[in-house]
Structure formats: structure tokens, C-alpha cells
């Protein structure tokens, strides 16, 4: 049976979107049926991925209507993954979302057939700690979370665990923590290299091994809408992701 993962950070910038479209890539290319769900408004892993913001359907018509997310799956041109498309509309899912009893389970009321179809299932995160990410980690097995090796890397993040506490409190008792991944790493700067030191001192069992570097080629891919392995499949950015893969099918 396939895993559900969120890609969770309130924080904006931190490169959810990348991770969650390049890891999903990495998994697809190693052979194994993948799907990523787009949960932001602003469409940025769905525009990645080469589909236009007017695509149908869409993750509103699973979270504000009857679709399930296997239904509303579309192949991508990245052989083995496959994309639950967002579009602006979502944004207004913010508002309806609380005026539904029950509502944080929409998702994982909507999950279908996805854990029999996919290995692995991401859930990439809008940047805030509203309906639409509470849902996602209601409906997830674990959560990965990116964290920026910059100044104020550890802003939030207490926040952020605060709500998964509650959560698996609350709404979903198995959801973890599967890892925190370091991304727009630059070695060359001490800023860098001390909030990594940093963030490993504070969450040493929860911080992958494999750090993202500040890398032009994972910029340049959504560009060109396919995932960096397409893009350049020899760049440092790449070769991140693929390690990051082989670390989060280890950790289960």
C-alpha cells in the first residue's frame, strides 16, 4: 500500500513546490507510480509540470465536491507521474472550506483508490497553516518539511510542530514526521553552514542527510514545465533530489 505525504512549511520561499515536484519525479524514475497534488492557489507545481491553470478537473472539485483524487488524476509528461491540477479557484476553498462541519476530512475523505495506485502520493502545501494545509495533513500518512538555510529558517517552525501536535492529537493520530530537508544550501557562505548546524542541533533524528543546493537548473525547470530530471538530469540540483529519494523510501 502507497504512503501520503504533505509538503508542509507556513513559511513562503522555502521550496515545497520544488521539492514535491522534483522528489516526485525522482520516485517516478526509479520506476514507481506517483502522484503529486497540487494544494496551492497560485497553481506552481501544476504550471511546473507543464498543465495550464485552466486544467480540468481539478483538487477544488475533490475538496469542494464529490470527485476523489484518483478521478482526477492526470498523466504528466514525466513518464510514471501523475498530477492532481489546482487552479486560482481554490483560494476561495480558504472560505468555504470552515463553513462545512467536518470539513478538515474532506481530503482524506476524497483519497479513492490513490494508496493502491501509487507508491507514493505528495500533497505540496500552500504557505500558511490554513484550511487547505490542515487538510492535507489530516489526510497524510507523514510530513516532510522544507527548511531554507537562511536567517530566519527556524521562524515557524515551532508553529508548524505545534499544529501537527495538535493534529495528530486530534484528527489524525498516525500522521509523523518523516523529516525535515535543508534546501537553497549555499556551503560557500557561514550563514549557511550555521543555520544547518543550527536546525541539526535542534531536530538531530529529523533533518535528512541529503541538503538541497542553491542550484540555477531546479530554477530554470518549471520554466520549461518538466521536472529538473528532465531538464537537466546532471545537475547538482538533481542529483540532490534523486538522494533525497533513495533516504525518504529508507525512512518508509
Do not use: W
Amino acid at each position: 500500500m502507497g504512503n501520503v505525504v504533505a509538503i508542509a512549511n507556513q513559511k513562503g520561499g522555502v521550496g515545497k513546490t520544488t521539492t514535491a515536484v522534483n522528489l516526485g519525479a525522482s520516485v517516478a524514475d526509479a520506476g514507481y507510480p506517483t502522484l503529486l497534488v497540487d494544494l496551492d492557489p497560485q497553481c506552481n507545481a501544476t504550471v511546473a509540470l507543464g498543465e495550464s491553470k485552466d486544467a480540468t478537473p481539478t483538487i477544488y472539485d475533490c475538496l469542494c465536491g464529490e470527485l476523489t483524487l484518483d478521478e482526477a488524476a492526470r498523466p504528466t509528461a514525466a513518464e510514471r507521474l501523475d498530477l492532481v491540477p489546482s487552479t486560482p479557484e481554490l483560494a476561495g476553498a480558504n472560505v468555504e472550506l470552515p463553513r462545512i462541519a467536518g470539513s478538515e476530512t474532506s481530503l482524506r475523505d476524497r483519497i479513492g483508490t490513490v494508496r493502491d495506485r501509487y507508491l507514493l502520493t505528495l500533497l505540496d502545501c500552500p504557505p500558511s497553516l490554513g484550511p487547505l494545509t490542515v487538510n492535507a495533513l489530516v489526510a497524510a500518512d507523514s510530513v516532510i518539511v522544507p527548511v531554507q538555510t537562511e536567517y530566519f529558517a527556524l521562524e515557524g517552525l515551532a508553529g508548524l510542530l505545534d499544529t501537527l501536535g495538535l493534529i495528530q492529537r486530534e484528527l489524525n493520530p498516525r500522521l509523523t514526521v518523516s523529516g525535515m530537508i535543508l534546501t537553497m544550501h549555499d556551503a560557500r557562505t557561514r550563514l549557511a553552514r550555521d543555520v544547518e548546524r543550527e536546525v541539526r542541533e535542534h531536530f538531530p533524528e529529523l533533518v535528512f542527510d541529503t541538503v538541497i543546493p542553491r542550484n540555477v537548473r531546479l530554477g530554470e525547470a518549471p520554466s520549461f514545465g518538466v521536472p529538473a530530471l528532465r531538464h537537466a538530469p546532471h545537475s547538482a540540483g538533481t542529483a540532490a533530489y534523486l538522494r533525497l529519494a533513495k533516504e525518504v523510501a529508507a525512512r518508509g
